[in-house]
């Protein structure tokens, strides 16, 4: 079992219908970055479709399972930390363990942010800055590719904090970008998927990043929206984002191979 519990943050369970079966012992390993990371919206959604999270943060000493055959699916959320931070213990597992466990087993697998960055690089990408010292960090446009008009029909204005991110890996398929950020979404071998942006954030996940001690001073970078700008874009923004996260989970991460769009 995982060491950690969700953080209090994801608190409350919203029940949702889908297509998906509930079957009982269904369960997900997710991997975090720190004491206070939390599956936020996402964790809540899959709660309420019947799934329990094992949660993981090597970055504090867990130890990240080899047999992966009692989970239903992997998500790697993001972080503060860099997919380059081979000098990090926690990230080089988790790219050793995403290289050498999770990739081969071909479970569905979810990379958030950070977690996409990681999948990318273990996949042969580039991951980095842009160069011009611009960020992602607010409610931002994100608009499909002509590759990625099933698994994002129309663009859609999502939460993003980044200033590092991937360029798409050889062999995956590129399905989204945003203006500043082309790399905002890949496929891999039709098990795999990395996304820039993050459906699972929360009003109270917003305040929390953009007050904490690491994540203010953040909000003087190039690209980064005010805390009450970010707070105003969510009330209008979040509903259509976790629109888009039922359509993926339904049709994509949690579909049966015969359902999935392809």
């Known amino acids: 079992m995982g060491m950690r519990p969700p953080s209090e943050l994801q608190s409350g369970v919203v029940i949702f219908l889908s297509k998906c079966s509930m ?15 939390t599956p936020g919206f996402l964790g809540r959604n899959l709660t309420g479709r019947g799934y329990s999270l094992d949660q993981y943060c090597p970055c504090l000493g867990d130890v990240l399972p ?28 988790e790219l050793d363990w995403l290289e050498k466990t999770a990739l081969p087993s071909k479970i569905p697998l ?3 942010c950070l977690g996409a960055q990681e999948l990318a690089r273990v996949l042969g990408a580039k991951v980095g800055p842009r160069g011009d010292g611009i960020v992602e960090i607010g409610y931002w446009p994100v608009a499909p590719t002509p590759e990625g008009k099933a698994f994002l029909p129309q663009e859609t204005t999502f939460y993003q ?11 995956a398929v590129h399905l989204a970008r945003s203006e500043s950020f082309s790399g905002q979404a890949f496929s ?4 795999a998927y990395g996304i820039e942006f993050h459906p699972e954030i929360t009003r109270e996940m917003v305040n929390h990043w953009c007050t904490s001690e690491r994540g203010s001073p953040k ?12 707070l105003t874009s969510h009330s209008r923004c979040a509903g259509d984002a976790r629109e888009w996260l039922d359509h993926f989970l339904d049709n994509y991460f949690l579909a049966v191979p015969e359902e999935k769009i392809l």
Request: a negative charge.
């Open 161 to 171: 904090w980044h200033s590092e991110t991937f360029e798409i890996p050889e062999g």
């Open 219 to 230: 909000l003087q970078l190039t690209g980064a929206q005010p805390h009450e700008d970010q």
């Open 110 to 112: 979810l990379g958030i």
């Open 23 to 37: 079957k009982p012992g269904q369960q997900i390993l997710t991997v975090v970055h720190q004491e206070t990371s």
């Open 188 to 191: 891999y071998a039709d098990h």
């Open 66 to 93: 080899e047999d992966l055959s009692r989970f239903d699916a992997v998500i790697v959320f993001g972080g503060p930390q860099s997919a380059t931070d081979d000098d990090v213990a926690g990230i080089r597992t």
